[in-house]
Each structure stands twice: as structure tokens, then as C-alpha cells.
């Protein structure tokens, strides 16, 4: 409960996601990427896609060189660096079932392709790279969520290839993030670190495929 009361303020500052951008508050700054090359920025174009209102990484990754980070992932170009921020979305896993690695993730304050934070989700919780919050600062992605105890993580985030809804909420004064999966009031995960505090935010996966559709960022843009 006290993570919960403790990002009670961002939500309730950033106002609720679903608001239309005429009315909101003042400072903050709403984005609704459009499905297009326009407003993402993909790592490598020929395995995306952007059709139906959808966001579609076709094919898997490849390990980039130098740290250990996501292998695949497209940024948002359109609008502002945020701060503190609320992203949402719909997303979904295509990777079959039968792969217990599948994952797609969350980049948030993304600052070059080796500083970011990103949320992992996966639907297997029991190796230190999956299904956690992280952060890759010129070095090899750290694991930083509350939930992971040494040896398991938060309860699987996608076990199945439907859409879920997505909340990702990040304030910049503090470091605090949570992560909520299908409208739940606990989050999945939480943590808290200031290595950075602004940044854009993106979508994508290490070595899977997936798809995200319906993304709203509402938050105050980065010093």
C-alpha cells in the first residue's frame, strides 16, 4: 500500500490519461503517436511495420554491440522529452506460447541507445533478465524493481498472445516508477531510481516480437 499512496500524487497531478489535449492542465503536455514512421523512430526500419493503428515489430532482434540492453525497439519522435510522465497503451506478445522467454518492453527516458530505463515484461519471472523494471546506463542493463528477490521476480506480466492494457508512471523529482498491467490498482512492479529524470519513451523487445496499438503520454516536458 505505501507504494501505492506514494504515486497516488503523480496520477492524480498529470491528470487522468484519458483526457482529451485541449483540457489538459496547464504545463503539461499530451501526446497520441500516430501508427506511422512519422512519429516513431525504429532501430531498424525493415522489421517494422505500422498498419491498422498498430505498431508491429515483425521480426526478432539482434544483440547490439557494447552493453546489454533490448536488441530491438522503436522511439517516439513525435512531441517533447518528458519528465515526469504516464504512458499507456495496449500491447501483445506474437511470439508463440510455447517460447517461455517472450517479452516485449517499455522504454522510458530514453537518452542515446545506451542510457534509458525500460519495463520488462514477460511471461517468465524466474531469470534476472526478465519480467523487471531496468535501467542501462553505459554499462550492462541493471535490474532495479522491488519485486525481484534473488530469484524471482513479479507474478508473469503476458502468458498469452492477447492484448493488454498498459500504464507505465514515472516522477522525475523522486525516481518513482510502477508499472500496472489490465487496470490493476497494485502495480506489477515498482522501483525507484534517479539516474535520469527525462527522456523519450519507446516500445520493442531483446529478442521476440510484438506489437503495441492506442499509445497516450501525458506528463510535463524535461528540463
Known sequence: MRRRTLLTGLVVGLCATAI?????????????????????????PEKWEFTAGQVVMTDRGVP????????????????PEFGSLSLTGEIRIDEPVTRNDRDVVLIFNYRSPTRFYYAHLSQDNTIYPHNGIFVVDNADRVRID???????????????????????DYRAAT???????????????TAT???????????????????????????????
Open 175 to 189: 525516481g518513482e516508477i510502477a508499472v500496472h498491467v489490465d487496470g490493476a490498482d497494485e502495480p506489477l512492479m
Open 64 to 79: 547490439p554491440e557494447g552493453p546489454r540492453r533490448p536488441f530491438e525497439y522503436a522511439i517516439v519522435r513525435k512531441g
Open 20 to 44: 482529451p489535449a485541449a483540457s489538459a492542465a496547464p504545463g503539461l503536455v499530451v501526446v497520441r503517436p500516430a501508427a506511422t514512421d512519422r512519429h516513431w523512430a525504429p532501430l531498424t
Open 193 to 223: 531510481d534517479t539516474t535520469f529524470s527525462g527522456g523519450r519513451v519507446g516500445f520493442g523487445s531483446f529478442d521476440n516480437y510484438g506489437r503495441v496499438r492506442d499509445v497516450t503520454i501525458i506528463g510535463t516536458p524535461a528540463s
Open 146 to 168: 522491488d519485486q525481484w528477490d534473488g530469484t524471482t521476480g513479479a507474478p508473469p506480466a503476458i502468458d498469452d498472445t492477447d492484448w493488454h492494457d498498459v500504464r507505465l
